[in-house]
């Protein structure tokens, strides 16, 4: 008998908020706060190119960083490009084995 794997979709939180490219830090922040949300995809116009953190922020706005100040960055300065994609049809057991394989991948290269 064969149990029914459901997809990614079913199982992530949709994104009805993303920010582009060129957008202040200020304007990612303030929706993060508003929407309580944590990541947010990046838009160049209409193609996705990567990922936004909460701790990408954390990161950039820290005085200790050495970075110009909030006024003066965009998301194109802190966004992570190339981030792990999928469609949400996607089976979710897939998309877990992929990314345990990554998280391996990325353990493995910062023991050396």
Request: aromatic fraction near 4%; proline fraction near 8%; charge should be negative.
């Amino acid at each position: 008998m064969m149990t029914h794997i459901p997809s990614i979709g079913s199982v992530m939180t949709p994104f009805p908020h993303v920010v582009q490219i060129d957008d202040s830090l200020r304007l990612a922040r303030t929706l993060m706060v508003e929407h309580s949300i944590r990541h947010l995809p990046v838009k160049d116009g209409d193609t996705l190119v990567g990922v936004l953190t909460d701790r990408d922020l954390k990161r950039a706005l820290d005085p200790n960083v050495g970075l110009p100040p909030e006024e003066e960055l965009f998301v194109r300065d802190v966004f992570v490009p190339d981030a792990y994609i999928v469609d949400v049809t996607e089976p979710l057991d897939g998309v877990l084995e992929e990314l345990s394989t990554l998280a391996r991948a990325l353990s493995f290269g910062a023991e050396r």
